[in-house]
């Protein structure tokens, strides 16, 4: 009998690199403000440890009690990624002093969603983007976003659709990132889905990779005539783990 050796993935670690993406929420398709951003941070031995933007050179620090939680709200200006196709300073590196797990939370008026954040031991180098089209808004974008974990970061993108700042679907571009930096595409309409778009950093330089929609229309409810509607944010797993 043949044997299979796949590598575990585990959620726990010391060293996390995330951002939030932007969203849509209220009753407004132009909702432009800012998010409540907050990290939930989790651990069975207390431990204590730092959120920070190295390029901002801005830290939050935290403390978890043994079989705990501890909450920190991130400032919009420390860790918010707007716009599209454009790199920004808005990557965060969480750094413990044990074992913890993360989790990010993104809140607007009628609108939310969390990602568990991975450790740097589960990242890679090659992604496919799972997305949703957007809501009935003209702004409500399917769109994904990277952060890099190194310098001088290559990453080539192949988009399914077309992106707002007029790439074209199935035709390859590449970006630089440098560690701490992010990078969000928005698609060029609400109608469009970034879903199977592939994501690769060269020279073996791991990059964190997010996907889903500042806000999407998922699923409607017959009962009531409503239209149920959200931003959508998650972390995707790498293709080799």
């Known amino acids: 009998m043949n044997k299979i050796n796949a590598q575990e993935l585990s959620t726990l670690g010391k060293t996390f690199w995330l951002s939030f993406m932007q969203s849509k929420g209220g009753t407004s398709c132009t909702d432009n403000s800012n998010p409540e951003l907050k990290i939930v941070l989790g651990a069975v031995q207390a431990t204590t440890g730092t959120i ?5 050179n801005y830290t939050l620090n935290f403390s978890i009690p043994a079989n705990g939680v501890d909450t920190v709200f991130i400032p919009a ?4 990624t707007t716009g599209s196709e454009t790199s ?39 992604y496919r983007i799972i997305s949703q089209r957007g809501g009935s808004c003209s702004e409500h974008r399917s ?3 990277i952060v890099a974990t190194e310098a001088n970061t290559t990453i080539d993108i192949t988009p399914t659709t077309g992106t707002q700042g007029g790439k074209t679907a199935n035709t390859s ?4 990132l440098n560690a701490g930096q ?19 950093a060269r020279d073996c330089k791991k990059i964190a990779v ?15 005539g409503t239209v149920s509607a959200d931003h959508l944010y998650e972390q995707m797993m790498p293709v080799q783990m």
């Not at 969000?184 to 879903?195: G, L, T």
């Open 173 to 176: 571009f590449s970006i630089t």
């Open 88 to 126: 920004t300073s808005m990557g965060l590196i969480i750094q413990a002093n044990d074992t913890i797990s993360v989790s990010a939370q993104n809140t607007k008026s009628n609108s939310a969603d969390a990602s568990l954040i991975l450790p740097i031991e589960a990242l890679g180098l090659d």
């Open 210 to 224: 997010f996907g889903g929609s500042d806000r999407s229309q998922v699923t409607y409810s017959g009962c009531t």
């Open 182 to 200: 992010s990078y969000q595409v928005r698609a060029a309409n609400s109608s469009s889905d970034f879903s199977g778009t592939f994501v690769s």
């Open 77 to 80: 200006w420390m860790g918010y």
């Open 143 to 145: 769109s994904f976003m």
């Open 52 to 56: 920070r933007n190295p390029i901002l």
